[in-house]
């Protein structure tokens, strides 16, 4: 596609529920990166892909975090059990090398 | 553990003013460092990258400057202009298995009025 592309754009999630972001990267980007930025705050990393591993986790706050590429393309970040302080936009970043980051309009969610 | 801090938070001047935004990092192990500017409720736009091995980088009225060894960055806006609002975050980018990963500044918020 011509940009990354997440989606949705907005989700409005009950506490307790889970949720799954998505990101589409720029075909035949390799590298793939989830950012989050809590209001008023700058942006956290979350999780680095290299094709479909994850070598660089270190950013994920709880083990109610995950994330899943597959065929090198799309990613989608998921939240369990929902916590008010999950409410965040979350940012999908993908480059084909270290040179440059592309990032996609971000996921804003919010907990209820 | 990297930490990167922008100063000023926010900064607001009147058009035509030439003004400087500052960014400081503690680990001199960069890779490269990144200014974007974010516009509310969009993604991040590149606006200048700088490699480790650079002194600085220029686009348009941007210019970008970086002493590595000193941890330090600032970037340069000439002849600002209402359109030039925004927030303008700074980030480093790490090697090795953090291959790519970007630490960022808490960002400042630019207002630049008529």
């Known amino acids: 596609g011509a940009g990354v592309s997440q989606s949705p754009s907005n989700k409005v999630t009950e506490k307790g529920k889970d949720v799954e972001l998505r990101c589409d990267p720029i075909s035949g980007h390799t590298a793939l990166y989830w950012y989050r930025q809590r209001l008023g705050q700058g942006l956290e990393f979350l999780i680095y892909f290299q094709g479909n591993s994850a070598p660089d986790k270190s950013g994920l706050p709880s083990d109610r975090f995950s994330a899943e590429r597959t065929g090198e393309s799309v990613s989608t970040l998921t939240i369990q059990r929902t916590q008010q302080e999950d409410s965040a936009v979350y940012l999908c970043?993908?480059?084909?090398?270290?040179?440059?980051?592309?990032f996609g309009q971000g996921t804003r969610l919010t907990v209820v | 553990k990297q930490e990167v801090t922008q100063i000023p938070a926010a900064l607001s001047v009147p058009e035509g003013e030439n003004l400087v935004l500052n960014c400081s990092f503690t680990d001199s192990a960069i890779y490269n460092l990144q200014w974007f500017r974010q516009d509310p409720g969009k993604g991040l736009t590149s606006l200048l990258l700088?490699?480790?091995?650079?002194r600085e980088q220029t686009s348009g009225r941007l210019n970008a400057s970086l002493d590595k060894s000193s941890g330090r960055s600032t970037l340069y806006i000439a002849a600002s202009q209402p359109g030039d609002s925004a927030t303008y975050l700074c980030a480093v980018r790490a090697g090795g298995t953090s291959y790519g990963k970007l630490t960022f500044g808490q960002g400042t918020i630019l207002t630049v009025h008529p």
């Open positions: 700088i490699q480790s091995s650079q």
């Open positions: 970043a993908s480059s084909l090398t270290a040179f440059e980051a592309f």
